[in-house]
C-alpha cells in the first residue's frame, strides 16, 4: 500500500528539512529578491527535495514552490504548496528559528501538512482533521494554550505605508496584558497550535500562501480560533490573528483595531 496524504506531506518536508540541517551553520551563495530579502542555494535545494518526493508519491498532484513556482498537473484539483526554508535570513544569520512547510490543498480545504523545525528536529504534521507533534519517533497530540501569554508579531510588512505588525509589537496597551515576541519565521504559527505561543499576528494576504498553509492547517485541526484582523473569516487581504481560545482573540482583535484603523488611514501610532 503506498503512503497516505499526511504520510506524503511529512516525508516531503523531512526531505527538505534534511537538506536545511546539513547545511545550517556554513556559507551560503545568497540570490537577492529585494534590497531587504534573498534566497539562499539551501532554499533551492530544500524544494527540490521536497518537489522530488511529491513528483514520485502524487505525480498527478499540481504543486507550488516558492522559488520553482507551479508544477505537476495543470488542471488539478489537488495542489501542493511548498515553502522550503521559512527564515531565510534567521538561517544565514545562524539563528535557529526556521521552519520547512509543506501542505496539500484542494480548494481552501488543507487535506493534509507538515511543518518541521530542522534544527530541533520536531515535526509538527495534520491529516486536515486532527494535528500532532512527533519528536523522537514520539507522536503527541497538539493543545492550544494561551498559558504562556507570548504574542508573535510578523514584523515583515510594506516598506512604503503604515502596517500592524510594526506598530503592535510596540504597543504599550499589548505589553499589559501578553508578552510580544518577534520570531520572523512561520514556526510561530505552528507553536500556537501547540501551545507555545498564545497568538500570532500578521498583516497580508493568505489565500494560498505557501509560507502560511501548513500552519494555518495545523491550527484548524487544533480548533485554535483563525480570522483576518477585523475579526472575518480568513482569505481576504486584511490580515491574520490565530489565538488559543476565543478569549484571547476576542483581546487580540481589541488591540489591533486601533492600529488598523491608522494603517488605513496611513498615519503610524508609534
Not at 80 to 105: E, K, Q, R, S, Y
Not at 227 to 235: A, C, E, K, Q, Y
Amino acid at each position: 500500500m503506498g503512503l497516505s496524504d499526511v504520510e506524503v506531506a511529512v516525508a516531503a518536508a523531512r526531505a527538505g528539512a534534511d537538506v536545511v540541517a546539513r547545511s545550517y551553520g556554513g556559507r551560503h551563495t545568497r540570490f537577492a529578491k529585494s534590497a531587504t530579502d534573498f534566497a539562499t542555494q539551501t532554499d533551492i535545494d530544500a524544494e527540490q527535495a521536497i518537489v522530488q518526493v511529491l513528483r514520485e508519491q502524487r505525480p498527478d498532484d499540481a504543486r507550488t514552490g516558492e522559488e520553482s513556482g507551479s508544477s505537476g498537473g495543470e488542471h488539478a484539483v489537488r495542489r501542493w504548496l511548498v515553502d522550503p526554508l521559512c527564515g531565510t535570513l534567521n538561517f544565514a544569520a545562524t539563528t535557529p528559528l526556521v521552519a520547512v512547510n509543506v501542505a496539500l490543498m484542494s480548494g481552501d480545504t488543507a487535506l493534509a501538512a507538515a511543518s518541521v523545525d530542522p534544527i530541533a528536529r520536531e515535526i509538527f504534521f495534520t491529516d486536515g482533521i486532527r494535528a500532532f507533534i512527533r519528536r523522537d519517533g514520539d507522536d503527541q497530540a497538539l493543545g492550544p494554550t494561551s498559558e504562556s501569554g507570548l504574542v508573535d508579531i510578523n514584523c515583515d510588512g510594506p516598506l512604503d505605508r503604515a502596517f500592524v505588525g510594526g506598530q503592535l509589537v510596540g504597543d504599550p496597551e499589548l505589553r499589559k496584558a501578553f508578552g510580544p515576541r518577534v520570531i520572523s519565521s512561520t514556526l510561530a504559527v505552528a507553536w500556537v497550535a501547540a501551545g507555545r505561543r498564545a497568538a500570532y499576528v500578521s498583516d497580508g494576504q493568505f489565500r494560498n500562501n505557501v509560507h502560511f498553509a501548513a500552519g494555518l492547517a495545523l491550527c484548524r485541526a487544533s480548533d485554535c480560533v483563525i480570522s483576518d484582523l477585523d475579526g472575518n473569516p480568513l482569505h481576504t487581504d486584511r490580515g491574520l490573528i490565530v489565538s488559543a481560545d476565543q478569549e484571547t482573540h476576542d483581546r487580540m482583535l481589541e488591540l489591533v483595531e486601533p492600529h488598523l484603523r491608522a494603517a488605513r488611514s496611513g498615519v503610524r501610532t508609534g
